[in-house]
């Protein structure tokens, strides 16, 4: 088994069912391929081929998650088209950033397309962002003051609308490269203008 990150591999073989001891070639190969897409949202691509002389091999390739969102104890892992590729209880190896503070009232499930507003606004986000800066998206909220990020994950980032993103975002990466910033007295970086910069300490809100 290859390239299962979010599943376990005795899931796919189960349902790949797969004869062993049979010539390969006596099974239907297609219809298995297809069932394991059908059975499991996550899985893009699947290829089941035989390596001689008798291994059986399943190649599989999961959807990249764009969003993961913590709702009602349960990961939901989002595409960017807004669906829902895959729930669990683990966050597993993805990379992908968390949204917080959004939360979902309805009951969800695997293959939903999720019509948020603030998941919707953080997909665009996201997407507008180079996947050499996507190191900057750790965590994300959406609320109606627009997208913040925690780019270090000790100070908030205000980003507000969705314009300028790239020049906000090399904003955020030249402040981070200042020393100075690298305390823990930051309480929020404000480039919302990137051409006008606010800064608050902890100390400013006491």
């Known amino acids: 088994m290859k390239g299962v990150y979010s599943l376990e591999p005795s899931q796919v073989?189960?349902?790949a069912n797969m004869t062993f001891g049979t010539n390969i070639f006596l099974q239907n190969l297609l219809a298995k391929e297809n069932a394991i897409k059908d059975k499991f949202n996550i899985i893009d691509k699947v290829k089941i081929k035989q390596e001689l002389p008798n291994k059986i091999i399943i190649e599989v390739t999961e959807k990249q998650p764009k969003l993961v969102l913590l709702n009602q104890q349960e990961y939901l892992f989002i595409d960017a088209n807004?669906?829902?590729i895959n729930q669990s209880n683990k966050l597993n190896q993805s990379t992908a950033?968390?949204?917080t503070g959004t939360y979902l009232e309805s009951k969800t499930k695997v293959g939903q397309v999720l019509v948020h507003q603030n998941i919707?606004?953080?997909l665009e986000f996201?997407?507008?962002v180079p996947k050499d800066q996507q190191y900057l998206l750790n965590e994300i909220i959406v609320n109606d003051y627009g997208v913040a990020i925690y780019p270090t994950g000790s100070y908030k980032v205000l980003i507000g609308e969705n314009n300028d993103v790239l020049k906000k975002l090399k904003t955020i990466e030249?402040?981070?490269r200042d020393s100075e910033l690298l305390g823990n007295t930051i309480d929020y970086i404000d480039v919302s203008n990137p051409d006008k910069i606010i800064l608050k300490t902890k100390e400013d809100l006491t």
């Open 174 to 176: 030249t402040l981070l």
């Open 97 to 99: 950033p968390i949204l």
């Open 126 to 128: 996201i997407n507008e």
């Open 13 to 15: 073989e189960k349902v």
């Open 120 to 122: 919707r606004l953080a």
């Open 82 to 84: 807004g669906e829902i």
